[in-house]
C-alpha cells in the first residue's frame, strides 16, 4: 500500500555525502543513448493554461505554519514587480492552471488563504476577477473560477502513479511574478513525506520551484498535470533543486469533490496506529514484522463500532496489505464514506476478517436555524472541522480544545467578525469549543442574551479575542 501547500521552505540544514564510484554505469557507455527532445512544443501549446495569481489579505492575515514547525513558507508578498497594496493589505503572488470550460483553476490553499480580492493575471498583462470555489488545507489544494475565459487554454490532468524516478518534469509558473517561466528537471523521488500534513505524499523534482510558482502545474513530458508544485526544500530560503508537488492522483480527486461540493469528504475510522517492527512481531506472535498495530480507539468511532480492538495488528485493508499507518490513513481517506472496507486483524494468535465503514470526517456548517427571526440566514456563517493534530501538537493544545475554520462565508456574522480561514477556534463564551455541535451551542446561547458571541482564536500562533455580533 503507497504512502500517499506562493510555497513553503523547511528551514533545516542539510548536509550531504558524496560516493566515488570505480566504475562508469554501463548505460553511460551505450553509444546509441538518444538525449532528450526539445521541450517547445509542449511549453507552447499548454503556457496558455497556467496564469498568475494576485491574492490581497490583510496585512496581519499571513499564511504558514504556526511558529517553530519545521515548515515555514517563505513570504510571497511583494512578489508582483510594479505593484503596490494599499497600507492595510498585502499583495501575494502564485501561480494556478486551468483544467475545464468552466474556467476552474487549481492553486495552492496558501496563495488564496484569507484573501478578500483575487486577481488572475494573463500574459499579455491583462487582469480577471477569480471567485473561491472551495480549499483543502490538508493537502494545500484551492479552486477558484474565472467567468471569461477567452484566451486562457486547459492543462489536461496526467497520472502521477505512472511516474518513475528519472522521468523528466517541467514547471510553468510565476516565480517572483514573472510569468510565464518554464523550468525542466527529472523526478527526484515519489511519495516523499515531509511533515507538511496527514496526506503527505509528494513528488519530489529538480525542476527551479520559486516563491510565486505555487499552485502551478508539474507537467510530464506528455504535456498532462502529474502534480500542483507546493513546497521546497531550502536551508537558507532560496531554490536548491529539491521542490516539492502534490501528485495528481491527490490533487484531482480533491479539485473534483471542491467543484461538486465545496468542502472535501475524507473517510474516518477513529483508531490510533504504530507500525509492527521486529520485537513486536515476536511479542505479538507473528511470523515477521508486518501490517500495523492498533494502540488506541476512539469511543463511539466507526473502527469500535465495528469490533476492532487496541492490540489489533490490521494486516490488510481492501485487499490491500497494510504497509504502514500512514498507508492505512490515505486509504481510509481516500474511501468514501460509509463505504463498506474488508479488514484482515491479527488477534491472539488468528486472523479474522471484519467490516468496516469509515464515516466523513466532521466538516459542518455551524447554524442556528430556529433563530430566523435576528438573523435571515439562521446561519453564524461557518464551516469547520476537527483541529488536524499536527496542528494541535504545534499549538500544544489538549484534547478536547479547539476546531479549525475551513470557510467563512461572506457578508455573514463570522466575516464581519474577522474570521478567517485557517482561524483556530479555542473558546465561545466560558466554555472550550472541540467540535461544530458546541460552537453552535454557544452562538444559539448567545442569542438568548442578545449579546455578540465572544471567541478565543488562535491565528497563525497568536491568541486573540473576536466579537460576533448576530
Given at each position: 500500500?503507497?504512502?500517499?501547500?506562493?510555497?513553503?521552505?523547511?528551514?533545516a540544514v542539510a548536509?550531504?555525502?558524496?560516493?566515488c564510484?570505480?566504475?562508469?554505469?554501463?548505460?553511460?557507455?551505450?553509444?546509441?543513448?538518444?538525449p532528450?527532445a526539445?521541450?517547445?512544443p509542449?511549453?507552447?501549446?499548454?503556457s496558455s493554461?497556467?496564469i498568475?495569481?494576485?491574492?490581497?489579505?490583510?496585512?496581519d492575515m499571513?499564511?504558514?505554519?504556526?511558529?517553530?514547525?519545521r515548515?515555514n513558507?517563505?513570504?510571497?508578498?511583494?512578489?508582483?514587480?510594479?505593484r503596490?497594496?494599499?497600507?492595510r493589505?498585502?499583495?501575494a503572488?502564485?501561480?494556478?492552471?486551468?483544467?475545464?470550460?468552466?474556467?476552474?483553476?487549481?492553486?495552492?490553499?496558501?496563495?488564496?488563504?484569507?484573501?478578500?480580492?483575487i486577481?488572475?493575471?494573463?500574459a499579455?498583462?491583462?487582469t480577471r476577477?477569480?471567485e473561491l470555489?472551495?480549499?483543502?488545507?490538508?493537502?494545500?489544494?484551492?479552486?477558484?473560477?474565472?467567468s471569461?475565459?477567452?484566451?486562457i487554454g486547459?492543462?489536461?490532468w496526467?497520472?502521477?502513479?505512472?511516474?518513475q524516478?528519472?522521468?523528466?518534469t517541467?514547471?510553468i509558473?510565476?516565480?517572483?511574478?514573472?510569468?510565464g517561466?518554464?523550468?525542466?528537471?527529472?523526478?527526484s523521488?515519489?511519495s516523499?513525506?515531509i511533515g507538511a500534513?496527514?496526506?503527505?505524499?509528494?513528488?519530489?523534482?529538480?525542476?527551479?520551484?520559486n516563491?510565486g510558482n505555487s499552485?502551478?502545474?508539474?507537467f510530464?513530458?506528455?504535456?498532462?498535470?502529474?502534480g500542483?508544485?507546493?513546497?521546497?526544500f531550502?536551508?537558507?530560503?532560496?531554490?536548491i533543486?529539491i521542490g516539492?508537488?502534490?501528485?495528481?492522483s491527490?490533487?484531482?480527486?480533491v479539485?473534483?469533490?471542491l467543484?461538486?461540493t465545496?468542502?472535501?469528504?475524507r473517510?474516518?475510522?477513529?483508531?490510533?496506529?504504530?507500525?509492527?517492527?521486529?520485537t513486536?512481531?515476536?511479542a505479538?506472535?507473528?511470523?515477521?514484522?508486518?501490517?500495523?498495530?492498533?494502540?488506541?480507539?476512539?469511543?463511539?468511532?466507526?473502527?469500535?463500532?465495528?469490533?476492532i480492538?487496541e492490540?489489533?495488528v490490521?494486516?490488510?485493508?481492501d485487499?490491500?496489505?497494510?504497509?504502514?499507518p500512514?498507508?492505512?490513513?490515505?486509504?481510509?481517506?481516500g474511501?468514501e464514506p460509509?463505504?463498506?472496507?474488508?479488514?484482515?486483524?491479527?488477534r491472539?494468535?488468528?486472523r479474522?476478517?471484519?467490516m468496516?465503514?469509515?464515516?466523513e470526517?466532521?466538516?459542518v456548517?455551524?447554524?442556528?436555524?430556529?433563530?430566523?427571526?435576528?438573523?435571515?440566514?439562521?446561519?453564524?456563517?461557518?464551516a469547520?472541522?476537527?483541529?488536524p493534530?499536527l496542528?494541535?501538537?504545534n499549538?500544544?493544545?489538549?484534547?478536547?480544545?479547539g476546531?479549525?475554520?475551513?470557510?467563512?462565508?461572506?457578508?455573514?456574522?463570522?466575516?464581519?467578525?474577522?474570521?478567517?480561514q485557517?482561524d483556530?477556534?479555542l473558546r465561545?463564551g466560558?466554555?472550550a469549543?472541540d467540535?461544530?455541535?458546541s460552537?453552535?451551542?454557544?452562538?444559539n446561547?448567545a442569542?438568548?442574551?442578545?449579546?455578540?458571541?465572544l471567541?478565543?482564536?488562535?491565528?497563525?500562533?497568536n491568541t486573540?479575542f473576536v466579537?460576533?455580533e448576530?
Amino acid at each position: 500500500m503507497k504512502d500517499g501547500r506562493t510555497h513553503r521552505t523547511v528551514r533545516a540544514v542539510a548536509s550531504a555525502a558524496i560516493l566515488c564510484l570505480g566504475t562508469v554505469p554501463s548505460f553511460a557507455q551505450q553509444t546509441d543513448f538518444t538525449p532528450p527532445a526539445d521541450f517547445t512544443p509542449i511549453v507552447a501549446e499548454l503556457s496558455s493554461s497556467v496564469i498568475g495569481i494576485l491574492a490581497r489579505r490583510p496585512a496581519d492575515m499571513q499564511p504558514g505554519m504556526p511558529e517553530g514547525d519545521r515548515f515555514n513558507r517563505p513570504s510571497p508578498f511583494g512578489g508582483m514587480p510594479g505593484r503596490e497594496a494599499p497600507q492595510r493589505e498585502i499583495a501575494a503572488g502564485g501561480s494556478g492552471f486551468m483544467i475545464s470550460e468552466d474556467g476552474h483553476i487549481v492553486t495552492n490553499n496558501h496563495v488564496v488563504e484569507g484573501a478578500s480580492d483575487i486577481q488572475i493575471l494573463l500574459a499579455d498583462g491583462t487582469t480577471r476577477g477569480g471567485e473561491l470555489v472551495g480549499t483543502d488545507p490538508a493537502t494545500d489544494i484551492a479552486v477558484l473560477q474565472v467567468s471569461n475565459t477567452e484566451g486562457i487554454g486547459i492543462a489536461p490532468w496526467g497520472d502521477s502513479d505512472e511516474m518513475q524516478p528519472g522521468a523528466w518534469t517541467i514547471a510553468i509558473g510565476s516565480p517572483f511574478g514573472l510569468g510565464g517561466t518554464v523550468t525542466v528537471g527529472v523526478l527526484s523521488a515519489t511519495s516523499r513525506v515531509i511533515g507538511a500534513g496527514p496526506y503527505d505524499a509528494f513528488l519530489q523534482t529538480d525542476a527551479s520551484i520559486n516563491s510565486g510558482n505555487s499552485g502551478g502545474p508539474l507537467f510530464n513530458t506528455s504535456g498532462e498535470v502529474i502534480g500542483v508544485n507546493t513546497a521546497i526544500f531550502s536551508p537558507g530560503g532560496g531554490n536548491i533543486g529539491i521542490g516539492f508537488a502534490v501528485p495528481s492522483s491527490i490533487a484531482e480527486d480533491v479539485v473534483q469533490q471542491l467543484i461538486e461540493t465545496g468542502v472535501v469528504a475524507r473517510g474516518f475510522i477513529g483508531v490510533s496506529l504504530q507500525a509492527v517492527d521486529e520485537t513486536l512481531a515476536r511479542a505479538l506472535g507473528l511470523d515477521g514484522p508486518e501490517g500495523v498495530i492498533v494502540t488506541s480507539v476512539e469511543p463511539g468511532m466507526p473502527a469500535d463500532n465495528a469490533g476492532i480492538e487496541e492490540g489489533d495488528v490490521i494486516l490488510s485493508i481492501d485487499g490491500e496489505a497494510a504497509e504502514s499507518p500512514r498507508g492505512i490513513s490515505l486509504a481510509v481517506a481516500g474511501t468514501e464514506p460509509g463505504t463498506e472496507l474488508p479488514v484482515t486483524v491479527f488477534r491472539d494468535g488468528g486472523r479474522i476478517e471484519i467490516m468496516l465503514t469509515p464515516a466523513e470526517r466532521d466538516t459542518v456548517r455551524t447554524a442556528s436555524a430556529a433563530d430566523t427571526e435576528r438573523m435571515e440566514s439562521g446561519q453564524m456563517g461557518l464551516a469547520v472541522s476537527p483541529l488536524p493534530e499536527l496542528v494541535r501538537r504545534n499549538l500544544g493544545l489538549s484534547q478536547g480544545v479547539g476546531i479549525m475554520v475551513q470557510r467563512v462565508e461572506p457578508d455573514s456574522p463570522a466575516s464581519e467578525a474577522g474570521l478567517m480561514q485557517g482561524d483556530v477556534i479555542l473558546r465561545a463564551g466560558d466554555e472550550a469549543v472541540d467540535s461544530a455541535e458546541s460552537l453552535s451551542d454557544a452562538w444559539n446561547a448567545a442569542g438568548q442574551t442578545e449579546r455578540p458571541l465572544l471567541l478565543q482564536v488562535n491565528r497563525n500562533g497568536n491568541t486573540r479575542f473576536v466579537a460576533v455580533e448576530r
